[in-house]
């Protein structure tokens, strides 16, 4: 059965400090991995789509990494921002003729002044 | 804001309601998708519309009735739905066909639906 687990499932951290957000799959076949964040109230919004060759991509603050041997991601947040705050969601979408997205259930990041 | 639209915001509905959900995308995405989210669960893809072709989740009870007139709308009919079914419900869209696993999605703001 296709699974994605992310963790941790909240996470509170300093405004200014780094953090890292995992995403563990079993999802096959691959064909990407997609990071999205969605504010409290609002639809997500993608952060970064990863194909199987693609082992690390950046957007602005946000860092995501892909090892598809150990089906493992990570986005890593740099410097974080109050409006960082938010759920962080990670999809495996499986090849094989259809869109079949598998979704994580979200790591909720609070971002404290 | 990403170019989808989901009216309305916010519903309330009573078990023996029949009501719609509208989503209506300004990008020139030939592809549909509705959503539904509950809290502490995972997103759940529930139908997708390419270029006028439905695929549907086969766990998605007959009560939730999709329809696309054409590329940029999209409606879910809902009729006598059960308290488990409030959530939010959100609208996607993306370039390509269902086929095409690679595109970007767009999704809108989400109805929240309350079933009384």
């Known amino acids: 059965k296709n699974q994605v687990e992310q963790s941790p499932q909240s996470l509170i951290i300093l405004e200014g400090k780094n953090c890292t957000l995992q995403?563990?799959?079993?999802?096959?076949?691959?064909?990407?991995l997609r990071w999205y964040k969605q504010d409290t109230g609002r639809g997500p919004v993608s952060l970064t789509i990863m194909t199987f060759s693609e082992n690390t991509k950046s957007n602005g603050r946000y860092t995501a990494t892909l090892d598809a041997d150990t089906k493992q991601s990570s986005l890593h947040i740099t410097a974080s921002q109050l409006s960082d705050s938010a759920s962080y969601i990670c999809?495996?979408?499986?090849?094989?003729?259809?869109?079949?997205?598998?979704f994580g259930r979200g790591t909720s990041l609070i971002v404290h002044p | 804001e990403t170019g989808v639209t989901q009216t309305p915001r916010h519903l309330v509905m009573g078990m023996t309601n029949k009501k719609s959900l509208k989503c209506e995308q300004h990008l020139g995405h030939n592809a549909m998708y509705w959503y539904k989210q509950s809290a502490k669960k995972p997103l759940e893809l529930m139908f997708v519309y390419s270029l006028e072709e439905r695929v549907e989740n086969n766990s998605v009870p007959s009560r939730f009735s999709p329809e696309c007139p054409n590329s940029s709308h999209l409606f879910l009919h809902l009729h006598t739905l059960q308290p488990e079914d409030s959530a939010l419900y959100l609208c996607?869209?993306?370039?390509?066909?269902?086929?095409?696993?690679?595109?970007?999605?767009?999704f809108g703001p989400g109805t929240r639906l309350t079933v009384t």
């Open positions: 996607a869209s993306s370039q390509g066909s269902r086929t095409s696993s690679s595109y970007e999605q767009y």
């Open positions: 999809v495996v979408i499986a090849s094989g003729g259809s869109y079949i997205p598998t």
């Open positions: 995403c563990n799959y079993t999802v096959s076949p691959f064909s990407n």
